[in-house]
């Protein structure tokens, strides 16, 4: 399987890249278009699409931009 990455996009969603799975609380899981390069994914809530983004954080004023420790 190729590497899966997950960046987070300045508030906005988490960018999920590669092949993953996405399950629900329930272990069903969501049907992904292999195709796809990569799906957004909500963070801030709102989105009438959760889990994934709609675009919703733009209205919101959703803020959230955390950034990983600096390893030395």
């Known amino acids: 399987m190729a590497d899966v990455t997950i960046r987070m996009r300045p508030n ?3 960018l999920v890249e590669g092949p993953f799975k996405l399950l629900d609380s329930q272990g069903r899981e969501y049907k992904l278009d292999p195709a796809k390069p990569a799906y957004a994914l909500c963070r801030c809530g709102h989105s009438a699409k959760r889990p994934f983004c709609d675009g919703a954080h733009k209205g919101c004023d959703f803020v959230s931009d955390e ?6």
């Open 67 to 72: 950034q990983a420790p600096v390893l030395e």
């Open 12 to 14: 906005g969603p988490f």
